[in-house]
């Protein structure tokens, strides 16, 4: 492509229109009425299909660093029960997934508060509020300060998950000049602290998670795997709990380890919409039927990430546009090279043009989360593709020639009255 053809006053108009168009619809698509469409859209992402379907999740190795422990419905006697169970193996922190906002009777909340006590690391779940209409959070609360007092605290929000995907998280906020950290990143940091400063040094504002299990991929315990030990089994035999083997098995899997407690489920196996997300590994990534992952699973994620140093680099928003604006401009140059150059089979090639570029950036998008675990977001060039062959047909078929037109018969009735 010759330079008269790359840079051109015609390419340069065209872009401006797809600009235009594109700022248009984004402000037309930010309105009130279409905010539940807008969550739609914005919810589907290409790249998901690197987590759904491109990477083998079987082959994935269990982390051994992580135990989870369902609470089911469990109230706070039988919260106080699983920590004194889990405490008695001597596990590196213990992470609740639970808030406790307002104090109970004075008997239950002091035995809770006591088994709190014997926790050598505890982190127990915050979550970030907007006092007013405020768009940022300026608030964070926490349990009752019975509990706090003996704990760390981390919040359980994600990024926009209340509608859309759980695709990314906030590491850290300051609330009142104080820094709050993410639940999982408290634990970790609790854990290891190294690699939680090293996560900590990235200093992203949002981070993506990195997903690679789900409960499969963690040892999971069930409430009642840990009740009826201390209560009986289901024939009424009691369990001796001082049983070497028994002991061994629970110190095997908690000694050292991080545990966290949370909510998966009524019992394991069972499915709540309570505490559970759509994630970017639900197999069904267009049209999820159902969520596909607790919460205190994504944190598990999260914490992996941070352990493993698997971080997900994203091009920064400036970064993007720029490239946005870049890529609209070749596309548009590539038509008008192409209306010049092979006129007669320009309709042809025009819509070769387009599909071929819709899989480069694809294909670019995908291979550079799958290969290198970074994140591009080309869905806008998607939607490029979708008008700029009409934008370059506007123009070019009526737009231009009646501009041209237009100025020709100006200066022709110029020139008349100067004679």
């Not at 239950?108 to 006591?114: Q, V």
């Not at 007013?132 to 926009?160: M, R």
């Not at 993410?182 to 900590?200: G, I, T, W, Y």
């Amino acid at each position: 492509m010759g330079k008269s053809r790359l840079i051109s006053i015609d390419n340069f108009i065209t872009t401006a229109v797809i600009l235009f168009i594109l700022v248009y619809f984004s402000a037309y698509f930010n309105s009130d009425f279409l905010n539940t469409i807008n969550n739609q859209i914005q919810d589907f992402k290409f790249n998901d299909i690197v987590f759904s379907r491109l990477r083998n999740h079987e082959t994935v190795e269990k982390d051994t660093n992580i135990v989870i422990v369902n609470i089911g419905n469990l109230q706070r006697e039988g919260i106080t029960k699983e920590i004194d169970f889990i405490n008695r193996y001597n596990p590196a922190v213990i992470g609740v997934d639970i808030t406790f906002p307002r104090e109970k009777s004075p008997e239950i909340d002091i035995a809770l508060a006591k088994s709190f006590l014997k926790v050598k690391n505890l982190v127990l779940a915050s979550k970030l509020s907007s006092a007013g209409n405020d768009d940022e959070y300026n608030n964070v609360e926490k349990s009752i300060p019975l509990y706090t007092q003996y704990a760390k605290s981390g919040y359980v929000n994600f990024v926009d998950a209340e509608f859309r995907t759980a695709r990314e998280f906030t590491p850290r906020v300051y609330i009142d000049q104080n820094e709050e950290l993410a639940f999982a990143v408290r634990v970790a940091q609790l854990f290891n602290p190294d690699a939680a400063r090293k996560f900590l040094a990235r200093n992203n504002k949002r981070e993506m998670i990195y997903y690679e299990r789900n409960l499969n991929k963690y040892t999971v315990l069930d409430w009642d795997d840990i009740l009826k030990i201390n209560n009986g089994n289901k024939t009424g035999e009691t369990i001796d709990t001082n049983n070497n083997i028994l002991d061994n098995k629970y110190k095997h899997l908690i000694s050292g380890r991080i545990v966290l407690l949370g909510f998966v489920g009524p019992e394991l196996g069972s499915l709540s919409e309570e505490d559970n997300f759509y994630t970017p590994m639900n197999p069904q990534y267009i049209g999820k039927a159902y969520p596909d992952m607790y919460g205190v699973v994504v944190h598990a994620n999260i914490i992996s990430m941070i352990l493993n140093k698997k971080y997900i680099n994203v091009l920064p928003d400036i970064w993007v546009t720029i490239l946005i604006i870049i890529l609209s401009y070749l596309t548009m140059a590539g038509f008008t090279y192409m209306r010049s150059r092979f006129e007669e089979a320009y309709e042809g090639l025009s819509l070769i043009f387009v599909f071929a570029e819709a899989f480069l950036f694809l294909g670019a998008s995908l291979s550079l989360l799958y290969y290198f675990n970074y994140y591009l977001d080309l869905k806008t060039m998607f939607f490029v593709l979708a008008v700029s062959e009409m934008v370059s047909e506007t123009y070019f078929g009526s737009l231009k020639p009646l501009t041209v037109n237009g100025f020709k018969k100006l200066a022709a009735g110029f020139a008349g009255k100067k004679n």
